[in-house]
């Protein structure tokens, strides 16, 4: 089975193929440009040097959110474009997985964190498990206080990994114990082993309803919500932090 992965999730993005388990190569970036003008050539360049055709491949997968609205739209996007028009499956993972999974198997329990913007983030815990990465607490969108509240019961070790250096005397302050990741920029190259966990989706139904998770609304959401206090049915599912 050859597959394409990549994450435009945030500033950084990474390509990567696979024949099988194998990887068989990875292109990364982590500059301030547009995704939408280098995801497509990073794929077409991988694809050619690895001497494929686009029809060679039977899988794609993503990361799903959350993080950037526009990264993870252009990501899903492209992403559904090549399922469908290529027919082959699509599978979603977690872009925090994705940063947790940088941490080597440890009994620590890892948080991946990502800036989500007027101090608050996105963290989830996850920890290994007979060589596999599980979820202990799923992904939320919440601010320190609440990361604060979650973990200061912890008896484990806690390692974060992800964007934690801009939070970080917060961090230091409120979990003086705990480490932190070297190696904090998401890789394509693990989504294999996380996707393995993933269901496919290889109707072309469930394709089209294949969306990003961004886990909060939007500015334009979230100010429209307001104008409209009676109409809450559509927003139940976002925390207010």
Known sequence: MKTIAFDTSNQPLSVALFEDDNLIDQRETNVRRN?????????????????????????????????SYTGLRIAVTTAKTLAFTLNISLTGISSLALLAANVADTNAVIVPIMDARNQNIYAAQYQWESGRLVVRQPDKHMNIDKLHAALETMQQPI???GEWQRFEDQLRELFPAATFAQDNLPHAANMMSLARDSAKLTDMNDIHQFVPNYHRLSQAEADWAKAHPEDQGGHAYVEKV
């Open 159 to 161: 390692i974060f990994v």
């Open 35 to 67: 995704h939408s003008t280098q995801l497509l050539p990073f794929i077409d360049e991988l694809v050619k040097q690895a001497n494929w055709t686009p029809k060679d491949l039977d899988n794609v997968i993503v990361s799903q959110g959350p993080g």
